[in-house]
């Protein structure tokens, strides 16, 4: 009963994303997280950048999807009739994010990604309110 009570609020919760901001200008690489689950289409997010330590929140737009269905026809080998129908459902394999960050010491950076449901990773742009930019990479 433990067993599946743990095993039911890991589901729930998500798992963790860890972030990494590559400054452009120099090639140093500073280290964030997602701050509780992100199951649901928006959460929060903490990095040490720099010195300062920024919290903020991220958001994420899934692309769309798509239904298909179908019936068809065709002759078996024997002369009978033989029926089939199809169904299929698209779900959005990615999408599209923010995320706004506030720093301790005042400064603010906003990032710009995408996201990848098969590979659990994305990548983005940032730039801070005094123009430095850092690349984005996520990996779940």
Avoid at 12 to 31: H, K, M, N, P, W
Avoid at 61 to 83: C, D, H, K, L, Q
Avoid at 94 to 112: F, Y
């Amino acid at each position: 009963m433990r067993f599946s009570l743990l095993l039911v609020a890991l589901l729930l919760s998500g798992c963790a994303v860890s972030s990494t901001f590559i400054d452009r200008s120099t090639g140093t690489e500073y280290l964030g997280k997602t701050l509780g689950g992100t199951l649901s289409s928006e959460g929060k997010l903490q990095a040490a950048i720099e010195g300062e330590v920024y919290q903020g929140s991220w958001v994420y737009m899934p692309s769309g999807g798509s239904v298909i269905t179908g019936t068809g026809t065709t002759v078996t080998p024997s002369g009978s009739p033989a029926f089939g129908s199809l169904s299929a459902f698209g779900i959005p394999t990615g999408g599209k994010g923010t995320v706004n960050m506030k720093g301790d010491k005042g400064s603010l950076i906003r990032c710009v990604y995408e996201w990848n449901d098969w590979t659990s990773s994305g990548i983005g742009e940032c730039e801070r309110n005094d123009g430095r930019r850092y690349d984005l990479r996520l990996k779940q």
